[in-house]
């Protein structure tokens, strides 16, 4: 079935730019998200992408997408303590699959 | 503000019981969406509805059930509450055929003692 992994942690000092990684199976998805979720709250829309899309930028954040390795990315410039939470790619078709999540830990 | 609202926000049952959580979708969207998400985990698609029907389920067994309705709220119905039903649930909307972007509500966390 349709899978999708990401890295569980990830450590940056505050200032430098977060890369969180993720790799799916499903050649058919559509649309691809990022989502950002803090202790004890929902899901909160970051960004995402259309399949016939490369990149994607909207401020500090930057998605890339590479179809062909089936690897999607989400790049945070100047990271900052209010980035610190769990990340969750997601891949939609007919139904959408998210990953375990990426925890961002923010270095002083 | 996404605009979708879950209630209730917290609730706790006993194993064996059954459990009904609603969900109000975004204006202008008609499907609605259930996910699980057990601690520590990414959420686990449960069904999804569109027009009042369901329209793909995930690996989930038939005592999870929903409802959509005209006004494209939405009830997730849990029968024969099990220990590991504990988690938080949350119900997303999108419009089909719309932009793409898919909105979650805060959820419902419900722990099965």
């Known amino acids: 079935g349709e899978d999708v992994e990401q890295s569980l942690f990830l450590s940056v000092r505050e200032g430098d730019s977060s890369v969180i990684n993720c790799t799916y199976t499903d050649s058919s998805s559509t649309y691809l998200y990022w989502y950002k979720q803090e202790p004890g709250a929902g899901l909160q829309l970051l960004t995402y992408i259309f399949s016939n899309m490369d990149m994607k930028q909207d401020q500090r954040l930057t998605v890339l997408l590479n179809k062909k390795d089936k690897h999607l990315s989400l790049r945070i410039a100047d990271t900052q303590t209010g980035d610190s939470a769990i990340y969750f790619c997601a891949v939609a078709d007919d139904k959408i699959i998210f990953g375990k999540g990426t925890r961002l830990h923010i270095l002083p | 503000e996404t605009g979708v609202t879950q209630s209730p926000t917290h609730l706790i049952k006993t194993r064996g019981q059954q459990v009904t959580l609603r969900c109000s979708s975004q204006?202008?969207?008609?499907?609605v969406s259930w996910y699980q998400q057990a601690l520590g985990q990414g959420p686990q698609f449960i069904f999804q509805?569109?027009?009042?029907?369901?329209?793909g389920r995930g690996n989930f067994p038939p005592r999870f059930s929903g409802l959509q309705f005209p006004n494209y709220s939405s009830e997730l119905n849990v029968n024969a509450l099990e220990l590991d039903d504990s988690a938080l649930y949350l119900c997303a909307s999108n419009s089909r055929g719309g932009s793409g972007e898919l909105f979650f509500g805060e959820g419902s966390r419900l722990t099965v003692l």
């Open positions: 509805y569109y027009r009042e029907e369901e329209n």
């Open positions: 204006s202008g969207h008609n499907t």
